[in-house]
């Protein structure tokens, strides 16, 4: 477990008690290394997310513990008018303990809903999961997968894992002004199948006049191209243009599908858990640079118009798209002046689907995640929610 581990456990060791970690993930009788070959995948893997749920809980209430006002001697040097009463400062220590435990809860349940949700659909994807420093959470898988998602959620991306992931746990610096930090390695949102091809093509064939206005129309000449029988990236937009919304929308929409980061561009370096007064805990990605002048121009047509949607349209696109609403909300919330996602949105959509198919008529019966919606009563209320991803084994080509 590394050094860091050797220093909790021989603290835990001089005080007469048991590391938790030594005591919990393996019995006695065997050893770490014995013990971890009798574990399938699946049982691995949640073990060790149980390990880390537990450790990220304890060091982020201990850290909250010691972000108290003032210590004794701070209080000494204060006058009297300054100085809070010992019950005050008792109950801004239990506050800041109990906002840490809630932004560490929220980081956990996006962790643990995306990786459960991978042994759901594949239970021999993983092929190993440890503990390692900082603390952090390292899960191997036997290769690279790739998941859809379901299209009425209008995400203009796929999500890739790679071999190895790790989430590593920063703590802040200061609660709560500072936000908890889950640094990620492994996790990238690509473009949808024909995206980067399209975008290359209407380039070329523009020029200075590449625009989302003269691209939309490029688009309607040449969608035919694109099968809905095989095009994921027709359907995602067939699937918004069937409101009959306005030009300009379907323009903006495309335009964002179109410029959607290449593989390698959209990986996430980091996300960003925020107590923000009264919408309690939000949460904010922070991606990997690319590298090379192109890629740059383009991440700049994505920035602006990501900030564009979120100033002009979230109200409404919470009701008709929340799940790419909150995407977009946690990697540019801030950028547009706005609150981050809602961790429970963003927790929901990298979980896995629990049932799905085609629809019934008209280009629906091509999708196979058609049907991937919440159960809801007559009365239009849920009663039942499920994740938004399917999984693919590894090899399987979105078209």
Request: charged share 20%.
């Amino acid at each position: 477990m590394g050094p860091w581990h050797s220093w909790r456990c021989a603290s835990a060791k001089g005080m007469g008690q048991s590391c938790w970690p030594c005591c919990n993930l393996w019995p006695t009788s065997s050893s770490p290394k014995e013990y971890k070959k009798k574990r399938p995948g699946q049982e691995l893997l949640q073990e060790q997310l149980d390990a880390f749920g537990a450790l990220g809980a304890a060091v982020v209430r201990e850290a909250a513990a010691c972000a108290r006002p003032e210590s004794t001697a701070e209080r000494a040097q204060m006058s009297p008018a300054t100085q809070i009463s010992w019950e005050e400062q008792w109950l801004r220590w239990i506050n800041a303990m109990d906002l840490g435990e809630e932004m560490w809860s929220a980081a956990f349940n996006l962790i643990e809903s995306l990786l459960q949700g991978v042994v759901e659909h594949l239970p021999e994807a993983i092929s190993d999961a440890q503990m390692g420093d900082g603390p952090s959470l390292i899960v191997q898988l036997h290769s690279e997968l790739m998941g859809e998602f379901a299209t009425r959620s209008r995400m203009g991306a796929q999500i890739r894992l790679a071999e190895e992931l790790r989430f590593i746990l920063h703590l802040p610096e200061q609660f709560p002004q500072t936000p908890l930090i889950i640094e990620v390695n492994g996790l990238d949102f690509p473009a949808l199948p024909g995206a980067v091809e399209l975008r290359d093509r209407l380039v070329d064939s523009l020029g200075s006049n590449f625009n989302r206005a003269s691209a939309f129309q490029c688009w309607q000449k040449c969608k035919e191209d694109f099968p809905l029988q095989t095009s994921k990236l027709r359907r995602v937009h067939e699937s918004l243009a069937q409101y009959y919304l306005p030009q300009y929308v379907a323009e903006k929409a495309f335009w964002g599908y179109l410029n959607a980061p290449p593989g390698g561009c959209s990986g996430v370096h980091s996300l960003e858990f925020h107590q923000e007064a009264e919408n309690g805990v939000t949460v904010t990605a922070r991606r990997r640079q690319p590298l090379g002048a192109a890629l740059q121009e383009q991440m700049a047509i994505i920035d602006e118009l990501c900030v564009e949607v979120l100033l002009q349209d979230r109200f409404l696109g919470e009701q008709f798209a929340p799940s790419s609403m909150n995407f977009l909300a946690m990697t540019h919330g801030h950028a547009a002046g706005q609150k981050g996602a809602d961790p429970k949105k963003i927790a929901k959509l990298m979980s896995a689907a629990k049932h799905w198919g085609p629809g019934t008529e008209g280009w629906h019966r091509f999708d196979e995640t058609w049907t991937c919606t919440d159960q809801k009563d007559w009365f239009g209320r849920t009663i039942e929610e499920q994740g938004r991803i399917l999984w693919h084994k590894p090899g399987f080509q979105l078209s």
